[in-house]
Structure formats: structure tokens, C-alpha cells
């Protein structure tokens, strides 16, 4: 379409109307894809403002503002500077002609607006020039008022890539008008009263204003805009949103003075202010106005987060007041769980601070306040009385209860684990409690079982002999937590085997149960993980449950986990019974293979071979035994006996990708089980995967191919044998990865093509460096470094550290000389490429998490030839882009200069020392450049440092919840020593 010349503005406006009018699907849809090629050809931008101009409706300006945003935000490159001033000049006539049309319009104009200011350098004050040009026009308050919202959250947009310098320079001419925006606030709610409407507005402004951190604490201390939130907070009768929205500001204004010391004044305004708020929540619960309730505890968390150290350091002083921890137990009070949910990552970081400090004074100073959190948890794990069948786990309530769990285990040791078990269980032991007090009892126990000492134990024998005694007709839920407390207590009965015997007749009992079944057979899997010797004596009931997996209800994990479980006795019983029970444990899973294959009738089992390829594939894997050299591996002739099957089974269903890589899967732990004594399997093998691959390329057989050169690389006579598996294998896949966005398409693949060469050289570098196809493979290394894909990249990173490591390493083998001089050829002939290559994607193309990598390989060319590398690096910074589309400059010649000196100066440990204001200096050279590395990185791309809005941070991430704050950690944190990295400077 676009190509026959821009499209008549009536083209455009009737494919909007089908985009929002036209009742036939496929016609909306053809009309979303017309106007998305649209968006992204150079027409948009004059047909964008030509629509705007006509203000025909709202769908065609909605879709023209939304456009304008979207062409600011990512092809802003596109226009002349010349024409900068001319756009800024139409963006603010437009937002003020259609102020009256639709909210969601001057929401997509103001984001235009915004980053608009970000980008064009040349736009100097625009906070000014904003509120000169519409502060005295009352009808334009409201759309002022949006952009001056939007402007400081876009500042950290990961959808403007400008650069660390213009964005310091952005924040320095934000913080300097700040106050004038404070004021202008002010100024509106002076004027408006008591406006809701305009009230949410000032409120989500200032919240933004807070977020970017550049508001003068000394200033908002004592500004009457504070008096106002906590009167609006104090109201009875306080609308919904409006409530919403000023608890959002107090927790953004908490956020921004997480550093307390440094806003002494500010802080204590907002601790008074939210220590009023108590009546105003009893009277939001009194009303079962769970919205608000809901608000006050985001506001009592926030508080509590950002007193925290102020808290452990002086509790009950000051600003460390113990009230701020009444607020929170009080909110746990509440019927409902979702409120006490919000404080979790607070007690997380509380329990992991005092553990730090390993203090038992002041652990005990807490100890009160873990205890009646812990009663509070208790009772709102409690299931409903009228709840039928099992606890689920995958529900919302199911959800809460594994956090619950995560977090008792994390605050146990204020407590004692002993302690706090000991007096769980005396509450099932007063009197007759209801069921779903002991089931909620029950699942608590379970949760901190395991960091009970089981050494001489009486109240953990007790309870197990107690929980093996449950009567069959106890509620369901009540015999499932206490199946899974039982599995938690697998190290009691390691300590104490005569346990053994009734506690697998009691398991026994649940895994004939459909609905216990598959919670049993993982309570028996702990018990084989744990108490292996002990098992040993029941292996044969073991594997009678093995040959009957199909008859118990277990879902995929549990029976894999039984199987699991069966695998690591196994190798306990002697050697000479091993190999018999291994085909015992095997064999149902091979019949069942053959069935297939021959198109018997599966009277009722799988007819999905992963199936029993998953399960031959667990057993090989965790069948372990310990054999002397010299000794034959008594798996070696099982797995023999296996391998025609397996080899039918690969070449019948080559062509499905999910079946061969189970097959793969299998062959890869029959390997590892018996190293270097399938041998035998050698050769078929090799000649069945390069001749299947060469029709049907799937990326796990260059999976596999690594593991038999980890195994046999270093095998003189079998190293040309592999060399020539490699060169088979990388044919097909570099016309795969040749292809157009080959190497984006197949991310497998690249990662394990890569693994498989990384194996090379490490067991056999001179064989691989000495052949044909080094050469390619380190030019297709080269070309996967801008693959942005997590596991390839650093697959590929790890290759070419490897690579150019056998050149540094001096370990005293006879061959380091040829690998030295091999890898210096190599150099020659690609180190300027792939420095050049490393620099470019570190800035262009990589995101964060990759970048540690990279540093590596960066650290390991300069040991091998810093002189060389010095030259490299300094061609590919001059190759660096030095100014934006918007004119701003990206990277003065000083920093780059100052960041080659600083890199290419180091000579041994504790010479190499980042002195960056913004980081803290480090002493070992490697970490030193990672910290550089990064420091370079930030400063080109500018993608890190994104604030959260104020849901976002009460959210949970990873295991353990982590707090909001750690988010912010992770910024700098997990992008330096987490990753050995490349920098940011740029775009």
C-alpha cells in the first residue's frame, strides 16, 4: 500500500471507522494491519497532524494522537531537527483545540508532548515554557496539568532510548521548576476547591513529581499540598478514586525519601501524617469499604518500608516508633487475606535485615510482633468450613497460602523453629479443634519442618506417630497437608527408620486415593531422596509402585517423581543386583515403546511415546551408583539392550520436534548414567543424529552431540570421529542461521550449536582450532553477538571466552603453544571485528542482563594482547554515534576517552579502580570492569533506572516476594556483579 505513494486522508479515516465500526472480524482486522503499515512509513506524521486539524471524531483523532506518540517515541530519527520546533508548535495548538473531546486523547497528546521535550534539545525549559503559555487559562488547567503528570514519568520510559546525559540534563532542569509545579498545584486547588476531579489530577501530578525524586523535601514540609492529602485520606466520605489517588501520592512521597537522614524534615511530616490515619481505617473496615482498606495498608507498608532502618536501628525512638509495626498487625487483623498480602515484602526485608545483624537483643525487641503475625497467618490460611476436597494451590487463596508459607520460613528464626512447631502442635492437642483449624495448623507445621533440628526430637516423633494414626475419616483436606507435612519430616525418619514401615502404609493408603494420590507419591519421593540406605530394604515394594504408576491417579510430576524417587535407591542396592533391577524398572517403559512402534493396542496406556520417554529418561538420570575404575557399570548392558528401541523410536517420529527431543533428552542421561562405557553406542549413534539432522534440523541433536564431546573429547581416538560429527552438524545449521532473521528465528539452535563448540574447547581446543570450520563458526559467533535472546547470547559469550581463554591459560600442557598460537591467528584475522561487534550490541542491541558476559570476553581479548586490544578499542569507540536525532549529545569525547584509559590501564589486581561518583570504587580488575563496563553502558543506552508506579511496587517478585525496593537494588545490583558486562552510553 504504502509503496504506491501516501494514502488520501478519506482512505485513512475509513479504515479507522472499520477498525472500530465494522462488524465483521476479518474486516477489523484487515484494517488494523492497512493502518499499522501506516503508522510505520514516513506518511504518518503529516497525516497524523491532517487528522488532528480535522477533528472529525474521536476514533480518527485517537488514532492520529496515538500515532504522533508512538512515531515521538520510537522514529523520532526520522524527521529533520530543522522541523522540531514546527512539531512542538502543532502538538500544543492540537492539545488545546480537542481539550474538549476525550480524556484519552489529551492523554496520548500530552505523552507526545513529553517525549517530545525529552528528545529535542533544543526545546530548553519546556516545564516553563508550558506553564507561561497556559497557567492563566483556567479551561486549560487540565490538560497542563496531564503533561506536567506524564513528563517526569517518561523520563525514565524504556521506550526512549536518550542516553544518560540527556536524561541527567532532563532531571537537573526538571528539579530546577519543581517548585514552580508545586506551586501551580497549589494554585489549582485554590482555585477549583473542592473539585474531585481536578483533586485526582493535582494528586497523580505531585505522585509523578515525587517518583522522579527531584522535589525539595524542605520545600514540601511544609507545603499546604501535604495538609490537603492527609485531609482528603482523614475523610469519611472520601470518593473512591480520589481516595485512591491520593494514597497513591503518600506512597510515592514515602518512596522518595527512602533515605531518611538526608529528609529529616519531610519524613516527619509524613510519619505524623499517616500515624493519623489509624481512625480513618477502623471507620473504612467498620464500613466494609475494602477498597480503602486496602489503600491504608499500602500507605501503613510504604511507611514501615521506608523506616524500616530507622526502626531496627532505634526501635521505639523517634522515627523508629513501634507503632508503624501496629499499623501492619492491625491491617492483618482484617478478614480479608489480600490486605495482610500487601505488608508481606515489608516482613521479608524486616526478617532478612535482622538476620544480618545477628543481634538477640534486638531479635527479641521483634519476637513479639513475628509471633502475632504468625497467629494472624494461622488463621487466614484457614480453608472455609463448608470447603470440599483437597487444598489448591493454584487458585488465588491457594497462591496466598505458599507465599504465607515462603514467609514463615523466612521469619522463623525470630521466633524458633522448635518453638513455634512445639506450639502449632499443643493447639491440636487442646481439646477438639474444628477441621479447618488443624488443617491450617497442619500446613504451617509442614512449612517450617524442615528447619526443625530432627536430631533426638520427641515432639517430631510424636507427631508423626499421631499424623499415621488419622482415621480415614477425618476431612479429605486435613489427610492431604498432613501427607505433605509427612514428606517434609523425611530427615525424622532417616533418624529414626522405625518410622519407615508405618509411615509408607500410611502413604500407601493416600496413593490409592485419586485425589491424595499425587501428593503421596511425592511425600515417597522425599522419603527415597532422603532416606536412601534405609530404603534400600523396601526397593522391591518401590518398584512394584514403579510398574503400577498407570494404575494410581498421579499427575505428570508425581509420577515422575516416584520414578525419581526408585532411581536414587536403586543405586544404593549392591552392583551385582543393580543391573537386573534396572530392567525390572525399565522394562514396563520399553514395552510400552515397542506397543507403539509396532502398532499394538495400548490397552489404556499412553499412545504418546514422550510419555515413557520422560519416565526411561528420570530413571537414567538418577541412577548414580558409585563404581570403582576398572569396573564394569552395571548399567552399561541395560542401557545396550535399550538402545534399538530408542533408535527405532527416534527414526519413526524424526520428523516431531517434541518427540525427538524426549528421545534426545533419554540418550543424554544414558550417556552421563554409564560415561565412557557406552562407547559402544558411539558410532550408531553419531551416524543416526547427522543423518536425521541433515533433513530435519532439530537444535537438540547439537545438544546432544555436545554431551558425547564432553565425554569422549578427550579420547584421542575418538576426537576425528567428533570433529567430523561437528563439521556434519554445522553445514545445515549455518544454512538455517543464514537464512533471513535466521539467527532470531532459531535461538535454540545458535545456543546449542554454541554449546556444542564451547564443549570443543574445553576437552579437545586444538582439534577444533586446527580444522576448516573454526573459521566459520567464529564468524557466525560474531554475527549471534546481537542476538538478544538470554540463553544463546550467553552461550555464544561463553564460546568466545573459552575460545580466546586457551591462548591465556598457561596450564602447563604440552599443546598450549599450537592453542596460543592458533587463537592468535584466529585474532588476527577477527579481533578488530569482534571488538568493534561487542561495543556496537552492548549499546544497539543487548539488554542488561546480558552485558556481564560480554565484559568477560572483553577482559579475556585484553590478557591476551593488550596493546592489540587497546588499538581495537579505540576504533570501535571512534565508531560511535556522538549525537541524537533530537541534538542532544549522547557521549562527550572525554567520557570516551576516560573510559578507554580507564579499561585498557590495568595491570594486576587492585590497580584497577572505577572512580565513578556513582559507583563505589572496587579492587579486583575483572569485577573493575564490569563496573566500568556497565557505567559506560548506562551512559549510552539509559534504559536502566525506571521508576514503578505505585501498584507495581506493592507487587511480589521471585520466590520470596521481594520487596519493591529490591527492584531498585536489582537495577545496579544485577546488571554489575550479576553480569560481567558491556556498557551503556547510547541509543
Not at 760 to 789: E, K, M, W, Y
Request: proline share 4%; charged share 20%.
Amino acid at each position: 500500500m504504502m509503496e504506491g505513494g501516501k494514502p488520501s486522508l478519506a482512505l485513512v479515516y475509513q479504515a479507522v471507522q472499520a477498525l472500530y465500526h465494522d462488524p465483521n472480524p476479518a474486516g477489523k482486522e484487515r484494517a488494523s494491519v492497512w493502518l499499522g503499515e501506516l503508522q510505520r512509513s514516513m506518511y504518518a506524521w503529516e497525516i497524523s497532524d491532517q487528522l488532528l486539524q480535522m477533528k472529525q471524531d474521536v476514533e480518527s483523532c485517537y488514532f492520529a494522537a496515538q500515532t504522533m506518540k508512538m512515531k515521538i517515541q520510537t522514529a523520532f530519527y526520522e524527521l529533520p531537527q530543522e522541523t522540531h520546533l514546527a512539531l512542538r508548535d502543532s502538538l500544543l495548538s492540537h492539545i488545546q483545540n480537542l481539550k474538549d473531546l476525550s480524556p484519552i486523547i489529551i492523554t496520548q497528546l500530552a505523552l507526545a508532548i513529553a517525549d517530545l521535550a525529552l528528545q529535542m534539545a533544543s526545546w530548553k525549559g519546556c516545564v516553563h515554557t508550558l506553564i507561561e503559555k497556559y497557567s492563566n487559562d483556567v479551561t486549560s488547567m487540565p490538560f497542563l496539568i496531564e503533561i506536567l503528570t506524564v513528563l517526569p514519568e517518561e523520563v525514565h520510559s524504556r521506550s526512549l532510548r536518550i542516553g544518560a546525559n540527556r536524561r541527567s540534563e532532563i532531571i537537573e532542569d526538571l528539579a530546577y521548576y519543581s517548585t514552580t509545579v508545586v506551586t501551580l498545584l497549589m494554585t489549582c486547588l485554590e482555585k477549583s476547591g473542592s473539585d474531585e476531579k481536578m483533586l485526582i489530577k493535582v494528586f497523580r501530578c505531585l505522585g509523578s513529581w515525587f517518583n522522579l525524586g527531584v522535589l525539595d523535601s524542605n520545600f514540601m514540609a511544609n507545603n499546604q499540598l501535604l495538609v490537603v492529602l492527609f485531609q482528603v485520606l482523614q475523610r469519611d466520605e472520601c470518593p473512591t478514586n480520589l481516595h485512591e489517588a491520593a494514597s497513591d501520592c503518600v506512597c510515592s512521597a514515602l518512596y522518595a525519601i527512602e533515605t531518611v537522614d538526608t529528609h529529616v524534615a519531610l519524613a516527619m511530616q509524613l510519619f505524623q501524617g499517616v500515624l493519623t490515619l489509624e481512625t480513618a481505617y477502623h471507620m473504612a473496615v467498620a464500613r466494609e469499604d475494602l477498597d480503602k482498606v486496602l489503600n491504608y495498608c499500602r500507605i501503613f507498608t510504604e511507611l514501615c518500608e521506608t523506616f524500616m532502618e530507622i526502626t531496627v536501628r532505634s526501635p521505639g525512638q523517634g522515627m523508629g516508633d513501634l507503632r508503624t509495626l501496629e499499623l501492619l498487625l492491625i491491617c492483618a487483623g482484617h478478614s480479608q487475606y489480600e490486605v495482610v498480602e500487601i505488608s508481606f515484602n515489608f516482613w521479608y526485608r524486616l526478617g532478612e535485615h535482622l538476620y544480618k545483624t545477628n543481634d538477640a537483643a534486638l531479635h527479641g525487641v521483634f519476637k513479639p510482633y513475628i509471633q502475632r503475625l504468625l497467629h494472624s497467618l494461622a488463621r487466614h490460611c484457614q480453608l472455609d468450613p463448608d470447603h470440599e476436597g483437597i487444598p489448591e494451590d493454584t487458585d488465588d487463596f491457594g497462591e496466598f497460602r505458599l507465599r504465607v508459607s515462603d514467609l514463615v520460613k523466612d521469619v522463623i528464626f525470630l521466633v524458633g523453629s522448635m518453638e513455634c512447631f512445639s506450639q502449632l502442635y499443643s493447639t491440636l492437642k487442646e481439646g477438639i479443634p474444628a477441621w479447618e483449624v488443624t488443617e491450617a495448623v497442619l500446613f504451617l507445621m509442614a512449612s517450617i519442618a524442615k528447619s526443625v533440628d530432627p536430631e533426638n526430637n520427641p515432639t517430631l516423633t510424636e507427631v508423626l506417630e499421631q499424623v499415621v494414626l488419622l482415621p480415614q475419616t477425618v476431612h479429605i483436606a486435613v489427610r492431604y497437608t498432613s501427607i505433605e507435612l509427612v514428606g517434609e519430616m523425611s530427615e525424622v525418619m532417616d533418624r529414626n527408620p522405625r518410622f519407615l514401615d508405618p509411615v509408607l502404609d500410611y502413604l500407601m493408603k493416600g496413593l490409592r486415593e485419586k485425589p491424595l494420590a499425587s501428593v503421596a507419591a511425592k511425600a515417597i519421593h522425599n522419603m527415597c531422596s532422603v532416606c536412601r540406605e534405609h530404603m534400600a530394604q523396601h526397593f522391591q515394594s518401590l518398584l512394584h509402585i514403579a510398574r503400577s504408576l498407570d494404575s494410581f491417579a498421579l499427575n505428570t510430576d508425581a509420577a515422575i517423581g516416584l520414578l525419581k524417587g526408585t532411581a536414587l535407591v536403586l543405586a544404593r542396592l549392591p552392583l551385582e543386583k543393580i543391573a537386573e533391577c534396572l530392567s525390572d524398572l525399565c522394562s514396563v517403559q520399553v514395552m510400552a515403546l515397542k506397543k507403539l512402534l509396532s502398532q499394538e493396542s495400548s490397552n489404556g496406556k499412553s499412545s504418546d511415546p514422550t510419555v515413557w520417554l520422560d519416565r526411561l529418561a528420570v530413571i537414567f538420570r538418577h541412577t548414580n551408583p558409585y563404581v570403582e575404575n576398572g569396573q564394569v557399570h552395571p548399567c552399561q548392558k541395560v542401557i545396550q539392550e535399550i538402545w534399538p528401541v530408542l533408535s527405532e523410536t527416534l527414526n519413526t517420529h524424526q520428523a516431531d520436534n517434541r518427540i525427538v527431543e524426549r528421545c534426545c533428552r533419554c540418550l543424554r542421561f544414558a550417556v552421563r548414567c554409564v560415561g565412557k562405557g557406552s562407547a559402544a553406542l558411539l558410532q550408531p549413534l553419531v551416524t543416526q543424529m547427522v543423518s536425521v539432522y541433515q533433513v530435519y534440523p532439530h537444535s537438540c541433536f547439537l545438544y546432544l552431540g555436545s554431551i558425547l564431546v564432553d565425554e569422549y573429547g578427550m579420547e584421542e581416538g575418538c576426537r576425528q570421529g567428533l570433529l567430523d560429527m561437528l563439521q556434519a552438524l554445522c553445514m545445515p545449521t549455518f544454512q538455517l542461521l543464514e537464512q533471513p532473521n535466521g539467527l532470531r528465528n532459531h535461538p535454540d539452535t545458535v545456543d546449542d550449536l554454541f554449546r556444542l563448540a564451547t564443549r570443543f574447547i574445553q576437552r579437545s581446543p586444538v582439534t577444533l582450532l586446527g580444522s576448516n570450520i573454526v573459521v566459520h563458526i567464529i564468524q557466525c559467533a560474531i554475527a549471534a553477538t546481537t542476538l538478544d535472546h538470554r540463553d544463546a547470547n550467553c552461550s555464544v559469550m561463553k564460546f568466545i571466552r573459552d575460545l580466546i581463554h586457551t591462548g591465556v591459560s598457561n596450564d602447563h600442557e604440552d599443546d598450549f603453544e599450537v592453542r596460543k598460537r592458533l587463537i592468535s591467528e584466529a585474532m588476527q584475522q577477527h579481533g578488530q571485528q569482534l571488538v568493534t561487534q561487542l561495543i556496537h550490541t552492548c549499546c544497539f542491541c543487548l539488554p542488561s542482563y546480558t552485558l556481564p558476559d560480554v565484559a568477560e570476553v572483553l577482559w579475556e581479548i585484553m590478557a591476551f594482547d593488550r596493546p592489540v586490544f587497546c588499538r581495537w578499542l579505540e576504533v570501535a569507540l571512534k565508531g560511535l554515534p556522538k549525537e541524537m536525532s533530537g541534538g542532544a549529545v549522547t557521549v562527550t569525547h572525554k567520557q570516551l576517552t576516560d573510559f578507554h584509559k580507564q579499561i585498557t590501564s590495568a595491570e594486576e589486581c587492585k590497580q584497577c579502580q572505577v572512580k565513578s561518583c556513582v559507583f563505589k570504587q572496587r579492587n579486583d580488575d575483572k569485577e573493575a570492569l564490569n563496573w566500568l563496563l556497565f557505567f559506560f553502558w548506562e551512559k549510552f543506552k539509559a534504559i536502566d533506572g525506571t521508576r514503578w508506579s505505585a501498584s507495581e511496587r506493592q507487587c511480589s517478585f521471585g520466590a520470596k516476594g521481594n520487596a519493591f525496593r529490591e527492584r531498585e537494588k536489582e537495577k545496579v545490583h544485577s546488571l554489575l556483579p550479576l553480569l560481567a558486562s558491556l556498557s551503556t552510553l547510547l541509543l
